[in-house]
DNA sequence: TCAAAAGTGTTCTCAATACACCCATGA
DNA sequence: TCATGGGTGTATTGAGAACACTTTTGA
């Protein structure tokens, strides 16, 4: 007897749906996680990864795109399904799967004041706080996920400003991989890719010499994709 | 205003979650996708994935290891969550949304059996035939992952029978890859990972010479694993 | 004896790594 | 003028890719 069937006939089981999204970003040569100070019950007090329920009208991405704009007043946040949490008990008072979504933003003023606004707040990712249900899990789940991912996706650049300095993409990788890179082999490696355009303007803001700040190459970027690449830094 | 918080307290929305499997077995030196030839409503005569709605007193792995069972006889099939489907209109019949588990056995006799007796069915990957809803998405979206997957993770193993030769495993990764690969190359690299032992029978059924068997070395990939691997063929 | 698949070694190329000094500038 | 971070080049090593012939044996 084919369970397809069976179920279809006689399944009466329902479930909440959530989004809960691993919103990362990175400061000051920190890889950060976005934390939500609960005001309000359930949980009132305890921290939480920014979520909400799914709406039935709604898909999951559309939900969380819906709360990635509240919290951050962003659309076309770098987002991607991590996995779903669906044990029994993970909940104790809704029946609720979570679909786990991991995002990565660049953080800058704007987006800080309405984080700040809607009562979140960055940890360093080696500082993260006990979070309620089984949100720490996702975090931890999250973490390696990106950093398994930063080695064949140039999933860097989404966590950086529009312009930035290879010094600044090495401390990135640094805080990613957990490690020191050599400078020059990082430096040849990252132009070797032939995806970031450099510009005619330096940040001064860490050195007195400056650094040149470059752009990603988007439009290269998708042709890379097309045949199948490989980003190992 | 908190979106957790608004639906924690207004919201009435339920959904149907169900588990679909894109199961892949190998044979013949191609790669099979199993799919079910439905003989009851709903979608009677059309052919589907493996599925299930899943129970309110599971989980989505417990679900998928159900199903996988009753349509397989075995249990701890190599089985790893793919996405959730669940865009609003993909299922007219329910809100319902799907979560896609790619799942990878050893095609033997035993396993034909129940597989024939379940109304189940191989296809080529390339020849796979139309299928309800959104599947057949599905199952592209399942054979991109393995692609990628086997660059890796030695997944190639899962595929095989317990004993198999090096020209078996890899007409296996030319199936994957869809590319030829040089047998002293590949011989070479297979065997640089330390991860296959050499047993003392051969397999005479494709060659008079006949060709070592091998087996997996679960313990080596164990602690591999630990450490961190690379497994590019 | 021969057809058909299994098995084997070497060379070349290129990418990863290791490593140390000069440059530009604001304070 | 000097402290600070930015920027550069070379030599070595190891892995991947290309490539052709011998071995075994059942039919």
Redesign the pocket.
């Known amino acids: 007897m084919n369970s397809y069937i069976q179920k279809d006939k006689y399944q009466k089981d329902k479930f909440y749906v959530a989004v809960d999204c691993i919103i990362f970003g990175f400061n000051k040569g920190r890889l950060k996680l976005l934390v939500f100070n609960r005001k309000i019950d359930p949980f009132k007090g305890s921290l939480s990864l920014i979520g909400s329920f799914v709406n039935i009208g709604e898909s999951v991405p559309d939900a969380s795109e819906r709360i990635l704009e509240e919290f951050t007043g962003l659309k076309n946040i770098y987002t991607k399904e991590l996995k779903t949490y669906s044990t029994v008990d993970r909940d104790p008072a809704y029946r609720c799967i979570s679909v786990a979504q991991y995002a990565l933003i660049r953080i800058n003023n704007t987006i800080e004041q309405i984080v700040d606004d809607n009562g979140a707040k960055w940890f360093d990712v080696d500082e993260t706080p006990q979070l309620i249900l089984d949100h720490n899990q996702m975090a931890v789940d999250a973490l390696r996920r990106i950093e398994e991912m930063a080695r064949y996706k140039p999933i860097g650049f989404e966590l950086l400003p529009e312009k930035f300095?290879?010094?600044q993409l090495q401390k990135l990788y640094e805080a990613i991989y957990r490690r020191n890179l050599?400078?020059?082999?990082f430096?040849?490696?990252i132009l070797?890719f032939d995806l970031i355009i450099k510009l005619d303007e330096?940040d001064?803001t860490?050195?007195?010499?400056?650094?040149?700040l470059y752009k990603f190459d988007y439009q290269k970027y998708k042709k890379f994709q097309e045949s199948g690449y490989n980003f190992?830094i």
Chains 1, 2 share one sequence.
Do not use: L, Q, V
């Not at 050599?182 to 082999?185: K, S, T």
């Not at 860490?206 to 040149?212: E, M, V």
């Open positions: 300095t290879i010094p050599d400078p020059r082999n430096r040849k490696k070797s330096k001064k860490t050195s007195k010499k400056g650094a040149f190992e």
